[in-house]
């Protein structure tokens, strides 16, 4: 089994019927130096295309597993073994610009890390540290380029990821708005950099979901966690994957 891009599903992908995007046989479980990855499913929505592997990061069954508790090293381990070069994913966001709002679809250009306990590394001799942008230009250019609407609030959105599972009180979104950042989750961390690791092209689409804590600037709060989230990003993600000319 083999396949050049895998798309990592974040917010609702558990549970999604694969049914419209053509699943290709059933899904699979790889074992890894780091324990079993979630199970992958082979989609081959245009038969004129190969086929790009999926995944639901938090599993099958609800939002059980929160971020913090995930095998990030199983994924992207399996996603090495599986011969991927490119991966693209999806996380839901909270919004801390005020330009952002629930709906907004956000290609982070880069990131700022405030997790505490994960592992980032591989820790492997024979695979360099991560370095450089840690969201591969090229990749977020193919995932900007099938966006129904080519159009950012924010040129180079920054995205920080926080340790979770708690949500962030008022006075830290306000320190990370003052460092920089744009919008916040809590699962491209350590994900990106293990990816780096390994030698494979990195790209995320980011739904805002919510205003961040204490951000909802007058604005009627809005929650969007629900099926709608899957069915935005994976058509996106499987355009983008199947429209890659590099
Ligand atoms: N904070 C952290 N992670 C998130 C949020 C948030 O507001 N929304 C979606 N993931």
């Not at 966001?93 to 709906?103: K, M, S, T």
Request: charged share 20%; proline share 12%; net charge neutral.
């Amino acid at each position: 089994m083999a396949t050049s891009t895998l798309i990592i599903g974040g917010t609702a992908a558990y549970g999604l019927d694969l049914s419209p995007w053509g699943p290709v046989d059933e899904p699979f479980i790889l074992q890894t130096p780091y324990g079993p990855s979630p199970p992958i499913t082979l989609l081959q929505p245009d038969p004129d295309y190969p086929p790009v592997g999926f995944c639901s990061r938090h599993g099958r069954e609800a939002l059980k597993r929160s971020a913090a508790f995930l095998n990030h090293r199983a994924i992207i381990w399996g996603a090495k073994m599986l011969g991927v070069r490119t991966i693209f994913s999806w996380n839901g966001v909270g919004a801390i610009h005020e330009r952002l709002e629930v709906g907004d679809l956000i290609v982070p250009a880069d990131l700022i890390d405030f997790t505490r306990t994960r592992i980032t590394t591989f820790g492997h001799p024979d695979l360099p540290p991560a370095s450089g942008p840690p969201f591969h230009p090229d990749a977020r250019g193919a995932i900007l380029r099938s966006l129904p609407e080519p159009h950012s609030p924010i040129p180079d959105p920054v995205y920080v990821c926080t340790e979770g599972p708690r949500l962030e009180t008022v006075a830290e979104i306000a320190l990370y708005r003052r460092a920089g950042a744009h919008i916040v989750g809590m699962t491209l961390s350590p994900e990106v950099f293990l990816a780096q690791e390994a030698g494979i092209r990195y790209a995320s689409l980011c739904y805002v979901t919510n205003y961040a804590t204490g951000r909802d600037l007058g604005r009627p709060p809005r929650r969007q966690f629900g099926p709608e989230v899957a069915r935005t990003c994976l058509p996106i993600l499987l355009r983008a994957a199947l429209n890659t000319e590099y």
